[in-house]
């Protein structure tokens, strides 16, 4: 079955260093993935997608992400963090038939000035 | 674009009212909607899978006569929370996929609904 996994469930970083939120998965297929944020009683806003094309795929707001098929990995980077991107963010994976979305358990990422 | 708007988007009420929550794609057709809940702290549980004009699917564990979903129309959504009580209380988010994209494309999520059962 497929799963995945967010390895850190807080991630604490200074304005303007670098952000990495790690995710990995489990699948038998190949996966659609995706990072979505939330911020604080709102929905979910979709950073990125990897859809089997490109592997470095870009984001809104400066975020990236890889899709390394040999980790089974999707970690999502940003150069640099601002004060703004403090949220929840969560790695998502689709079913083999598309049909549903598995969330990780998600990463609070935590911006101080 | 891709806009799904959710309403209300706090509801606060007795315990044994019944609530209804919309779910709307504003600039797109959907023939599937989802609904999630989610606890405090927690990642997004889904609970249904709303089909355009045929009976919602729900996971395990969801009582489908507890939560009623309607989707009566390519644009709407609607699920209601009957007779609910203070563990009701949640916070429930829907999701679109626009009808014309293919299985693997994202969904638009709408900005949820905070249901406090007093």
């Known amino acids: 079955a497929q799963s995945v996994t967010q390895l850190d469930s807080h991630v604490s970083v200074s304005e303007g260093t670098p952000v990495l939120l790690r995710c990995n998965y489990s699948?038998?297929?190949?996966?659609?993935l995706f990072w979505y944020v939330q911020h604080p009683n709102k929905g979910l806003q979709l950073l990125l997608k990897?859809?089997?094309?490109?592997?470095l795929v870009k984001g809104i707001n400066g975020f990236e992400a890889e899709f390394k098929k040999s980790e089974t990995s999707f970690h999502l980077t940003k150069p640099s963090a601002h004060m703004s991107d403090a949220a929840e963010y969560f790695c998502?994976?689709?079913?083999?038939?598309?049909?549903?979305?598995?969330f990780g358990k998600g990463t609070t990422l935590s911006v101080s000035s | 674009g891709a806009v799904v708007s959710q309403h209300p988007s706090r509801v606060i009420c007795k315990s044994g009212t019944s609530v209804k929550i919309e779910c709307r794609s504003l600039?797109?057709?959907?023939?599937?909607m989802f609904w999630y809940r989610q606890f405090p702290k927690q990642s997004l549980m889904l609970m249904a899978t709303?089909?355009?004009?045929?009976?919602?699917?729900?996971e395990q564990g969801v009582e489908k006569d507890k939560f009623l979903i309607n989707h009566a129309s390519l644009t709407l959504s609607t699920l209601t929370v009957t007779s609910a009580h203070p563990e009701d209380s949640s916070f429930y988010i829907c999701?679109?996929?626009?009808?014309?994209?293919?299985?693997?494309?994202?969904?638009?999520f709408g900005d949820g609904t905070r249901l406090s059962i007093l």
């Open positions: 999701s679109a996929r626009d009808k014309g994209t293919v299985s693997n494309q994202p969904q638009h």
């Open positions: 699948s038998s297929y190949s996966p659609s």
């Open positions: 990897y859809t089997s094309a490109a592997t």
């Open positions: 998502v994976v689709t079913n083999q038939a598309g049909t549903a979305l598995i």
């Open positions: 600039d797109f057709q959907a023939t599937t």
């Open positions: 709303s089909n355009e004009g045929s009976k919602a699917t729900y």
